[in-house]
């Protein structure tokens, strides 16, 4: 995917997410990671209404070289592509939005996850969810903690396709726009499930031995 393309998938991708209700007002932001530096929606953008001249355009130091404004939270997105580099070289979108239930869960959550195994998608599609500490948006210390998540999870055998931040949302990274963008659908409509029927138990540790057999679920 060029330059020229990535910017119209983050389009694309922010539309969708926003039609849908993913992502409200100017809530959430996407980054995709270019051969020579990044692209990001610019701050206080809405992702329903994204120009794709106008996206922020980064070099591969982090500094701005074009657009709008990028989003603070290039600091978090460049974190998090360089610890994921490790297991996932090909890692090229990262998605960060406000969804209702997985903000909803993490209010009350103890952790040192968001949700259960409770469906085999979730399972096969999404992983394990590590709830991060609360740091405001932002925040220096949340983008250490969520590289180091990243780290500490990889080191199990278990990498990881996304992180919540509580009270703020989900992030998710995956190879492209389009498959980052599955991630976190599957995570939101679990995480319905899970606030429409909280007690719903989690798949036995046989279900989820076959899930790593067939599908090679990383769990």
């Known amino acids: 995917m060029n330059e020229s393309q990535a910017r119209e998938e983050i389009c694309r991708i922010g539309h969708s997410l926003f039609e849908r209700g993913y992502a409200h007002a100017t809530a959430g932001n996407i980054s995709v990671r270019l051969d ?19 996206l922020a355009r980064l070099d591969a130091q982090g500094q701005q070289t074009g657009g709008d404004k990028a989003s603070k939270t290039i600091a978090l997105h460049r974190r998090i592509y360089s610890a994921a580099f490790a297991q996932a070289p090909a890692t090229r979108c990262v998605i960060h939005t406000h969804s209702t239930h997985c903000v909803a869960l993490s209010l009350n959550a103890a952790g040192p996850e968001l949700l ?24 220096p210390a949340a ?77």
């Open 116 to 139: 259960p195994p409770i469906t085999p998608y979730f399972v096969m599609k999404v992983g394990h969810v590590p709830l991060a500490t609360y740091h405001h948006p932002g925040s």
């Open 36 to 54: 020579d530096g990044f692209l990001i929606t610019p701050t206080d953008a809405c992702l329903g209404r994204l120009d794709p001249a106008r």
């Open 143 to 219: 983008a250490q903690e969520v590289a180091e998540l990243i780290g500490h999870y990889a080191s199990r055998g278990t990498p990881i396709r996304a992180v919540m931040l509580p009270r703020l949302g989900p992030n998710v990274w995956h190879d492209t726009p389009a498959a980052a963008m599955a991630t976190l659908e599957e995570l939101e409509e679990t995480a319905r499930l899970v606030v429409l029927q909280p007690h719903t138990p989690a798949l036995p540790e046989s279900a989820i031995q076959v899930l790593r057999e067939t599908f090679g679920a990383c769990w």
